[in-house]
DNA sequence: CTGCGATACCTGTCTAGTTGTATATATTCG
DNA sequence: CGAATATATACAACTAGACAGGTATCGCAG
């Protein structure tokens, strides 16, 4: 009977309530089953519209955990995506910055060849999420000499920036020795936290920093939803 | 979304912490919940890896105290992989490269703008393929501003370098002003030249060359192989 | 120093609720 | 008929919270 899918018009229901304000960013929308039943119709017909509103990167489902709004409609046109440019010599310093993990253990030989320690040397793991206007840009993990810097845990946990916490531990300056870079497709965890679908490009970074006398205090890799982030590099 | 499990990549990775040794024989891991915040995932999922990861023997837990680790995995698949390690500033200059179209025509707006030329003035377009070990490792788009560079057509058909058809047409050194560098899925027909799956990750850098003078000599657009291609920044 | 209790933390288990997916079926329209 | 839409049902995967039972650690009395 009618020529117009039903769905279209719950989409529509819900994305002005979100643009009046009923819903705001962060908040946790219904459960499904609570919006077929608010609607009249099958729990599929809002998934329908919901899958919908998710491509259009107006929210975001979790399973398990219920479906999130992200933006407003008004602030950010449907299907426009935020733009990150970013300078790679900058990396490290974003908006916002979740510590998911922070523990210290030992080091892989990988890492420790990457920190010049040897292999088994107690480093200091930091874990996390960058975020930029609520959206998740990257995951980052950070590996720390421990015994080279005394009191970098402490201080990874008491300050934001990676670069404020070298300070504390003498470390005044540091420079970039190397960095790689590399396309990845995201795993089920990485696309989960970064809100991308499984299997999305990723864009990993692996670099060193070392301080003013070459001595590595940090050796990082991080991963960037690659549709939400373009890494520029500067005119040396 | 996630057609493999979470706990899958969860597994994956700590395998991966315990054979690279950051965990070893003895270990105590971090405790469930620290391992679902550093995951961004329940702590029940948690304990699903660590129950195939008990299973398969590589871990023990115990009620009260933690998860400890009992030995090495015998066997952890590492992506074994063709890695090549390429100097981006040296992008451009591959061992063989195939040339599958060369034509002049009008430059884009994007172009015009990036080599500072009139919207719609002449260019000269030479797009192909890079391969190295008989292995597509990147597609590669040129353009040169044609009126700047005259001949710079014959010179691309005649001879095999960027830089030596650069040279024939007066420029005796060009640098890179700036690289601009995304992740991106591949479509079916990049997917083909490259010989991998299609929506595989890609590495899209863009750039711009400029003579001595500062002048824009040319505007190139190159996509990797993410799984076959590391790119490395030197050091400046 | 020893022994012991208090306490914080950790794993094991349970219940309930939510999203993701698969299959089957009715209805409508071209 | 065939395609698109909507419904119905069932199960898998994940989250959330709570509680019980066990362990490690630390301070303190003896």
Same mark, same amino acid.
């Given at each position: 009977?009618? *020529? ?42 809002? *998934? ?64 420790a060849?990457?920190l010049?320690v040897?292999?088994?040397a ?23 000499p ?81 549709? *939400? ?8």
């Amino acid at each position: 009977m009618p *020529r117009t899918p039903l769905w279209t018009s719950i989409e529509a229901a819900l994305t002005g309530d979100i643009a009046e304000g009923r819903y705001r960013a962060g908040d946790r929308l219904p459960s499904e089953a609570a919006l077929a039943a608010r609607f009249g119709v099958n729990r599929h017909t809002v *998934r329908r519209a919901l899958a919908a509103m998710a491509e259009a990167g107006l929210v975001h489902a979790r399973r398990g955990a219920g479906v999130t709004v992200l933006h407003r409609p008004t602030e950010y046109p449907i299907g426009r995506r935020v733009r990150f440019h970013r300078n790679l010599q900058a990396a490290g310093r974003l908006p916002a910055r979740e510590v998911a993990a922070l523990e210290t253990c030992a080091a892989s030989e990988a890492e420790a060849a990457a920190l010049e320690v040897a292999p088994g040397a107690h480093v200091v793991v930091c874990e996390g999420r960058s975020l930029a206007d609520g959206q998740p840009i990257a995951l980052f993990r950070s590996v720390f000499p421990a015994d080279r810097l005394p009191g970098i845990g402490d201080a990874l946990r008491e300050v934001a920036s990676v670069t404020e916490a070298l300070v504390r531990c003498g470390v005044a300056d540091y420079t970039r020795r190397s960095t790689r870079i590399a396309a990845r497709p995201a795993d089920a965890t990485q696309a989960a936290r970064l809100m991308v679908e499984e299997g999305a490009a990723l864009l990993r970074t692996v670099s060193v920093s070392v301080d003013p006398a070459g001595v590595p205090v940090e050796h990082g890799t991080t991963w960037f939803a690659g549709e *939400r982030v373009t890494l520029t590099l500067a005119e040396p």
